[in-house]
């Protein structure tokens, strides 16, 4: 059962932006952080951008600080990663994460399956 569903990934240039929408079961959404974590090929995955269950608390990782903005809307379970003023070295598969713990840890309960961000120099 797929409890995680992100989309809105695709191909962009630098300079850019995406938002990315990540949809949970209420269940996962009511009791748990969210977060968004990025793997570029042949590298590891990494952490993003965490957001608590309640919203008020955020939490970004240095290379994503003032370009990327997590929002939660919660009456339809959701959270965005709006990303601006991306650069190729954005470019990965974005995942999206749930886990009782915030900041979301890399050994997140809930995963999604991924979304694809490509952008061109």
């Known amino acids: 059962q797929v409890q995680l569903v992100e989309s809105g990934g695709g191909l962009v240039q630098a300079g850019g932006s995406l938002r990315l929408s990540c949809a949970a079961s209420?269940?996962?959404?009511?009791?748990?952080?969210m977060g968004w974590f990025r793997q570029a090929p042949g590298k590891e995955r990494e952490f993003v951008v965490s957001?608590?269950?309640?919203?008020?608390?955020?939490f970004y990782a240095d290379s994503v600080k003032g370009r990327f903005t997590i929002s939660r809307a919660n009456l339809i379970n959701t959270i965005y990663l709006q990303m601006n003023n991306l650069i190729p070295e954005d470019t990965a598969v974005y995942y999206c994460?749930?886990?009782?713990?915030?900041?979301?840890?890399?050994?997140?309960?809930?995963w999604g399956q991924g979304t694809q961000v490509t952008v061109s120099s």
């Open positions: 994460a749930a886990d009782p713990t915030y900041p979301v840890p890399h050994t997140a309960a809930y």
């Open positions: 209420e269940r996962i959404f009511s009791s748990n952080a």
């Open positions: 957001i608590s269950r309640g919203g008020g608390g955020r």
